[in-house]
């Protein structure tokens, strides 16, 4: 072994583990955890009101408090296709701009009665890209609000192994 080396190398191990507070001086929990997207931020609230407006928090929780909203943003971008990629940019931009004319104000700005006017216009519209968007997008909130940990464990009381495992266990033949 060369000692030298071994020197070198645990000199700059030092000098970084002296560093790193300073650099970590500003770091929040919120900086970690941010998932870079391409939806804009007026994209993202839309798709956050859509959400709401399918599954809303009333008196429990409700698809936001659950995290919802950064499902379907990572289902989308990382599961479907380019297309559908698309056809979800294009209807949450046309989403807010019917918001525009009908009320004055962006969807995500909207009360919970006129969001759903709007999203059951989108569900029977004669579009299939329309029909196309707000079905994924009903299935997929109802999904994303189901297999969340919240749902799971406290009011569809899951558990990952409901009983005791007896694995020695004579058989009578």
Known sequence: MNRRDT?????????????????ANGWT??????????????????L??????IIPAGNSIGALSVGVDKYLQRLIEKCHTKDIQDNVMHQLNSLDASAQTAY??????CDQVQRQE???????SEQQEEKDFFNLMKSETIRGFNTS????????????????YYGCVEVKV
């Open 104 to 109: 004055g104000k962006s969807f995500a700005s």
């Open 118 to 124: 709007l999203l059951v216009k989108l569900s029977t």
């Open 29 to 46: 929990i919120s900086d970690l955890t941010i998932h870079h997207t391409s939806y804009s931020i007026l994209e993202q609230d839309i």
């Open 48 to 53: 956050a009101s859509v959400a709401d407006t």
């Open 7 to 23: 020197l070198k190398k645990l000199i700059l191990t030092s000098g970084g583990l002296i560093t790193l507070p300073a650099w």
């Open 149 to 164: 940990k919240e749902v799971m464990t406290d009011y569809l009381r899951y558990k990952i192994f409901p009983a005791h």
